[in-house]
C-alpha cells in the first residue's frame, strides 16, 4: 500500500460539533469521524541537501523565505535545464513542497502503405516519427519484419504513439526478441510490442503462436527529465509527482477515454512504471504518480470508461511503485444554466466513485478560475458576481448562478472521504485552486484569454477550501503564478504573513465560552468579531492560547488553531457575523468567515 500512517480519529471536533457549531452555511453539517483509527496517505518529505549550491545555471539557495498556504504547484514541460531550476527555487522559496507535472497524451495513429506514422489532423506524415527508421525500415516495418521471424501469421494491427521528453532505461521492455531503443540524432525511440488489447501483456514473450499485435512508439529524449527533476526534488525539498501517459480519448465523446484503447494504455503504464521502480525505488523525491485525464465530478461519473484507466494505473503503481499514490485533479461545474451543472451532493457522490478506482490523492479543481464555480458566502447569494466571472456566467446573482459556493463542495467531499475512510480506501483530499481568470487584460498564456489574478482572490479560493482538506495546490506556477506586473509572485513574496482563517467553531474551554479558530499565520494575532452588536478585537496571546502546530492528520500543513473567550449570548441566534485576525503590523485576512451560530 502507498504513502499510509495509521490515522487517528478526529472525535474531538465532532463532539464539540454536536454541542454546539458556529456554521458558515446553513446547511452546513459537522463533518462525523469514525471512532476507530483508519489509515491514510501522508507524505514523505525530502530535505534540502544543502542550503546553497552553484552550477552553470547560477547559484541557488534552498531556504524558505515567505511560506503561503499553497504548497504545491503544477509546472509545464520546458526544454531548458535552467528554467526547472529556477522554476524549483521561485517555488521552494514560497513554501511550495510540491511540484506536478504537466504531461503528454498516448494517441492511436494510422499508417501509410510505406509504413510512415501519419498525424491525425490532416493524414499527413508526422515529422516527429519519421526519422524512426531501421535497416531503411521505418520502425513499424521493422516491427512487422521481426514478428514474422517467429510466425508468418503475426502482424501489428494498431499502432499508437507516445512522445516524452523523459527517457528510459531498458527495464521498460519485456521482450528483447522484438523490442528495443533506435537512436536517430538527439532523439530515442523505444519500440514496444504488446498483444492486440494489451491487458495481458504476456511476460512469456512466446510469439510463435500467429497474433495480432499492438505497436507503442516512444519518442523520447536522450535525456531523462524526470532524473533532472528528481534530482532537484533533493536539492530543494520537493516532491514530484511525473505524469502518466494521458489516455487516448474518445473521438465522439473526447471528454472520455476511448475504451477500445485502454489496454495499450495499461502496457505502456506498465512499462514506464517497471522503469520507475529499477531506477528510483526508495527516491523521497518521487511523490508518487499524476493521471493528467481529467473528467468532470458529477453523477454520471460512474459510466465513464476513464475511472477505468484510473484504476488499473492504480493496479500497477501497487505493483511497480508500492506506497506511491496516484493523483488525479478532476473539476467541478457549478453553473445552473448548463444542463451538466452539478451540485454538492451529486460531486461528493463522484469522489466516492473516484476514490474506489484506488486513486491515493483527488485535487478536484475548484474552477473558480474558469468561472464554473463562484466564492461566496451563504448571506451573499444574492449578490452580484464577481465582475471578472461576467465573461462567463454574465450579469447575474450568485444564487442565480451557481448551484452552491466553493465550500459547499469541499465541505460535501471531505464528508464523502471520512465515508470513503471508514470503508478502508486510503484517500486525501487536497483543494487545487486555479491562479487565473477566465480572461484579463493581461493573458497570461499565448494562446487563450486566462489572464491574471491577485492574492486577495487566491487567499480567498484558500479561506473557503482550506477547512476541509488536506493540502492546498495551484494550477499552475508557469505561466499564472508569474505573468503580469506585479506577478502573483511577487503579490505572494510582499503579502505573504497575511492571516488566512478558514475555520471558526464555538467551543468551550473549562467553563468558559469561546471560540475556536483555524488559520494561517495567526501567531501575534488578535481574532476580530463583527456583528450588529458591536466588535470585539481578542488578543489571541493575551487571552486565549495558540496551537503552531495541530497533531491533526486531516489539517492542511501550516494551518495553526486560535482558542480565544467569546459570550456567545450578546449574538442574536441566527445572526450572520463576521470573523477574522489582524496582526499588529495591521495585516488583517482579506477574507473574513461569514458564520452564524446554530444551537
Known amino acids: 500500500m502507498r504513502w499510509l500512517l495509521v490515522l487517528l480519529g478526529v472525535a474531538v471536533l465532532a463532539a464539540v460539533a454536536a454541542v454546539v457549531i458556529v456554521l458558515p452555511s446553513s446547511s452546513e453539517k459537522p463533518i462525523k469521524t469514525s471512532s476507530k483509527p483508519v489509515a491514510s496517505p501522508t507524505k514523505e518529505q525530502p530535505t534540502p541537501q544543502v542550503s546553497e549550491f552553484s552550477d552553470p545555471c547560477g547559484t541557488f539557495d534552498t531556504d524558505e523565505k515567505y511560506t503561503y498556504a499553497v504548497t504545491g504547484y503544477w509546472i509545464m514541460p520546458k526544454s531548458n535545464p535552467c528554467t526547472w531550476r529556477h522554476q524549483f527555487q521561485e517555488i521552494h522559496r514560497v513554501g511550495g513542497d510540491t511540484v506536478i507535472r504537466i504531461g503528454y497524451g498516448m494517441q492511436y495513429r494510422p499508417i501509410d502503405d510505406q509504413g510512415r506514422i501519419l498525424r491525425r489532423d490532416n493524414n499527413q506524415v508526422d515529422d516527429l516519427y519519421a526519422d524512426c527508421v531501421e535497416n531503411g525500415r521505418t520502425c513499424r516495418q521493422a516491427a512487422d519484419d521481426d514478428l514474422k521471424k517467429f510466425n508468418p501469421g503475426n502482424r501489428i494491427a494498431r499502432t499508437f504513439v507516445y512522445r516524452t521528453d523523459e527517457s528510459y532505461s531498458t527495464s521498460i521492455f519485456r521482450c528483447t526478441d522484438v523490442e528495443r531503443t533506435i537512436k536517430v540524432g538527439k532523439r530515442v525511440y523505444f519500440r514496444l510490442i504488446a498483444p492486440m488489447g494489451g491487458a495481458s501483456d504476456d511476460a512469456s514473450c512466446n510469439f510463435d503462436e500467429p497474433g495480432k499485435y499492438d505497436l507503442i512508439l516512444v519518442a523520447a529524449s536522450a535525456e531523462d527529465s524526470l532524473t533532472q527533476l528528481l534530482k532537484l526534488g533533493d536539492q530543494f525539498g520537493v516532491r514530484v509527482f511525473p505524469a502518466l501517459p494521458l489516455a487516448p480519448r474518445d473521438q465522439k465523446t473526447p471528454t472520455r477515454a476511448n475504451p477500445a484503447h485502454i489496454g495499450a494504455l495499461t502496457t505502456l503504464t506498465r512499462r514506464i512504471l517497471q522503469d520507475y521502480g529499477a531506477r528510483f525505488e526508495g527516491r523521497a523525491a518521487l511523490g508518487g ?311
Request: hydrophobic fraction near 35%; charged fraction near 25%.
Open 289 to 599: 504518480v499524476y493521471q493528467p485525464f481529467e473528467v468532470q465530478m458529477g453523477a454520471t461519473l460512474t459510466s465513464n470508461p476513464t475511472l477505468q484507466v484510473y484504476a488499473d494505473q492504480h493496479d500497477i503503481v501497487e505493483q511497480e511503485l508500492p506506497d506511491k499514490p496516484i493523483l488525479i485533479s478532476p473539476y467541478l461545474d457549478a453553473r445552473k444554466r448548463v444542463g451538466f451543472g452539478q451540485t454538492p451532493l451529486q460531486v461528493a457522490e463522484a469522489f466516492k466513485a473516484l476514490a474506489r478506482t484506488g486513486v491515493g490523492i483527488i485535487a478536484p479543481q475548484d474552477s473558480r478560475g474558469t468561472g464554473k464555480v463562484g466564492l461566496f458566502w451563504p448571506d451573499q447569494r444574492g449578490d452580484e458576481v464577481d465582475p471578472r466571472l461576467r465573461p462567463l456566467v454574465g450579469e447575474s446573482t450568485y444564487g442565480d448562478t451557481y448551484h452552491g459556493s466553493t465550500r459547499d463542495y469541499y465541505r460535501e467531499m471531505s464528508i464523502a472521504r471520512e465515508q470513503m475512510l471508514a470503508e478502508g480506501f486510503k484517500v486525501d483530499l487536497w483543494a487545487n485552486v486555479e491562479a487565473f481568470e477566465p480572461s484579463g487584460d493581461q493573458p497570461c498564456t499565448p494562446q487563450g484569454t486566462r489572464g491574471k489574478t491577485d492574492k486577495k482572490r487566491l487567499d480567498q479560493a484558500v479561506t473557503m477550501a482550506g477547512r476541509y482538506v488536506q493540502k492546498v495546490v495551484s494550477y499552475m506556477w508557469s505561466d499564472y503564478m508569474t505573468c503580469g506586473d506585479p506577478s502573483l509572485e511577487k503579490e505572494i513574496i510582499k503579502d505573504y504573513a497575511r492571516p488566512i482563517v478558514v475555520d471558526a467553531i464555538r467551543r468551550n474551554r473549562d467553563i468558559q465560552d469561546g471560540m475556536e479558530v483555524r488559520g494561517y499565520n495567526l501567531e501575534g494575532g488578535s481574532v476580530t468579531v463583527e456583528w450588529s452588536g458591536g466588535t470585539k478585537d481578542l488578543d489571541i496571546a493575551g487571552v486565549g492560547w495558540l496551537d503552531k502546530v495541530p497533531q491533526d492528520p486531516s489539517l492542511a500543513e501550516g494551518l495553526q488553531t486560535a482558542w480565544v473567550p467569546f459570550d456567545w449570548s450578546q449574538v442574536p441566534p441566527g445572526e450572520w457575523i463576521r470573523i477574522g485576525v489582524k496582526l499588529p503590523s495591521g495585516q488583517a485576512a482579506t477574507e473574513p468567515l461569514r458564520v452564524r451560530i446554530s444551537v
